[in-house]
């Protein structure tokens, strides 16, 4: 299938689903407009207020925050991930002794730390962070870890015969190999950042998107929640566009990169 | 450490010989306490310059073999010598060509071949350098940037080649390198390997099921048994002038007279081998 074909199917569904949306909500098909408007809004009202938020100051404050939070969580949560992933998956009885720890604080649902890091680090940036944190260092330090541990034991043996000590192993064999472990996962771990910081907010702050779409839905401005919800779609594709360009650049040696890339 | 042994007493013999496996046996532990012995004592030796060949059928231990000169394998009992030294861990003196894609797929095909040097202390440019004639020389003009997954199986093979020659080992160790390629890419790596051995001619081991390959290539062809407690059973010396073309040599008659006598020896051990994997498999 061409590429133009694609966007224009891809447009089309956009356009159906406003178009079933503003009819539900402007006639009385479903029942009285005024009610549905209450609870759904309209196509064209969310745009509207999208339009008028983007062209104030507030909204671009409160993006520019959830977005630090997000860079901050993704930045300490994968370099924790890394660092942590290469130590166990080098020290194996370090692993199995920790092993159920890590599987246990890995299971548990990270909303429910979110007061508790309220508590900790206060309502500003520092508690998103560290809601984030918590995800991404997770999905960095298994996929290392398994990046580490999968190194094929047939190119291991080579590196060794071609004289490679161990320090020389980890910069020209482990590391790739995780490394490529890991942006194997970028796009899991840039998603959940965000996510990290969006629930934060919503859970308790004075400022960010998850903070203006729990204001909103605080005092039933349906309009304004999804306003909130489009412009953090939008900023969550740009952003997973911006981690494929990336991917791209730096996984130029793995097969099948290219092919995968171009059918994102 | 070659020199110390030329200078040694008995140097005539001694300088000749570069690796010299002492009724080497390899064995494994086995889960329940027991132990599996893959190899039964062996002994061969490998002179300067002598390019022999293990051939056997599948299974029985050749790589083993293989590997415990390259330091891979520990042996159960006996020792390796390699230029009259017991050799205690891996073998610095050997390049080792494996059979399975080997190269790492993270680095191009030029920094895969000068990695080896790097790693010794080259300086970069010189280990590129010394890389790009050796591509060259592997007939891999033109694919210095490629990725592994971008060359084909005997162009991979030929970056391999060229990434074990690049360190200038004394001692090739060779596991089946062709194994994977299709019939007419392994005549014509069988010819561009035998065309870069006669520059310098290092002792090589070559390990292969192919006895074909292992004639048209080698000066000994040494036969083992099949497993379990493979041993040794013929060492075949292949006078065929060179420089040889694998193509052209395998229509000689006297490469059919040692086909033939060869073959025989190692026919049973096939049968036997066979006829154990059916056992195992059912």
């Known amino acids: 299938m061409n590429r133009a074909r694609l966007l224009s199917l891809q447009v089309l569904v956009a356009v159906l689903g406003l178009a079933v949306w503003h009819v539900l909500t402007t006639t009385p098909l479903l029942g009285d407009p005024r009610k549905m408007q209450f609870f759904f809004s309209t196509p064209f009202d969310v745009l509207a207020r999208c339009a008028r938020d983007l062209e104030g100051s507030e909204i671009w404050r409160h993006l520019a925050i959830t977005l630090t939070e997000t860079g901050l969580a993704f930045v300490i949560g994968a370099g924790g991930g890394i660092l942590i992933g290469f130590w166990f998956a080098r020290q194996e009885l370090l692993a199995a002794v920790f092993a159920p720890y890590v599987k246990a604080i890995n299971a548990l649902p990270r909303v429910v730390l979110a007061p508790i890091f309220a508590l900790w680090f206060g309502l500003g940036i520092w508690s998103k962070v560290a809601l984030g944190v918590t995800l991404v260092f997770f999905i960095v330090f298994f996929n290392v870890y398994q990046g580490v541990k999968e190194v094929s034991p047939v190119i291991l043996s080579n590196a060794r015969m071609l004289g490679m000590n161990e320090r020389q192993l980890m910069r020209h064999v482990y590391w790739p190999s995780a490394l490529s472990w890991m942006f194997s996962s970028l796009h899991t771990s840039v998603g959940f950042a965000l996510v990290g910081a969006v629930v934060g907010e919503y859970l308790g702050a004075s400022a960010g998107l998850g903070y203006t779409i729990q204001q909103a839905e605080g005092v039933f401005d349906v309009t304004g929640v999804f306003s909130g919800m489009l412009i953090l779609a939008v900023v969550v594709v740009l952003v997973d566009n911006l981690v494929t360009l990336l991917e791209r650049r730096l996984l130029v040696w793995r097969p099948g990169q290219a092919t995968e890339t171009a059918r994102r | ?282």
């Open chain 2, 1 to 282: 450490m070659q020199e110390t042994v030329i200078r040694s007493a008995d140097a005539d013999a001694a300088s000749r010989v570069v690796v010299h496996l002492n009724n080497v046996a390899i064995a494994y532990r086995l889960k329940d306490g027991g132990s599996y012995e893959a190899v039964a004592p062996a002994t061969l030796s490998i002179s300067e310059g002598e390019f022999v060949s293990i051939v056997g059928p599948t299974g029985c231990g050749k790589s083993t073999l293989l590997n415990a000169a390259a330091g891979l394998t520990t042996p159960s009992s006996g020792r390796v010598e390699i230029f009259g030294r017991r050799l205690d861990g891996l073998n610095g003196a050997a390049g080792y060509l494996f059979q399975e894609d080997a190269l790492m797929p993270w680095k191009t095909a030029i920094d895969n071949v000068a990695i080896g040097l790097e790693v010794a202390g080259a300086p970069r440019r010189q280990a590129l350098s010394t890389a790009r004639a050796l591509l060259d020389r592997v007939g891999l003009r033109g694919f210095a940037d490629r990725y592994p997954h971008q060359l084909s199986g005997g162009q991979r093979k030929r970056v391999g080649l060229a990434q074990v020659l690049a360190r200038q080992p004394k001692i090739l160790l060779m596991d089946e390198p062709f194994g994977p390629l299709d019939a007419q890419t392994r005549i014509l790596m069988g010819d561009l390997l035998l065309n870069l051995w006669q520059q310098d001619r290092k002792a090589l081991l070559f390990v292969t099921h192919d006895l074909e390959e292992a004639i048209a290539l080698s000066d000994r062809v040494v036969v083992m048994s099949s497993g379990p407690s493979s041993r040794l059973i013929g060492d075949f010396r292949i006078d065929l002038p060179r420089p040889r073309h694998i193509a052209d040599i395998r229509v000689e008659p006297s490469f059919h007279a040692l086909h033939r006598e060869i073959w025989n020896t190692l026919k049973t051990e096939v049968q036997k081998a066979y006829e154990l994997g059916e056992g195992k498999d059912l």
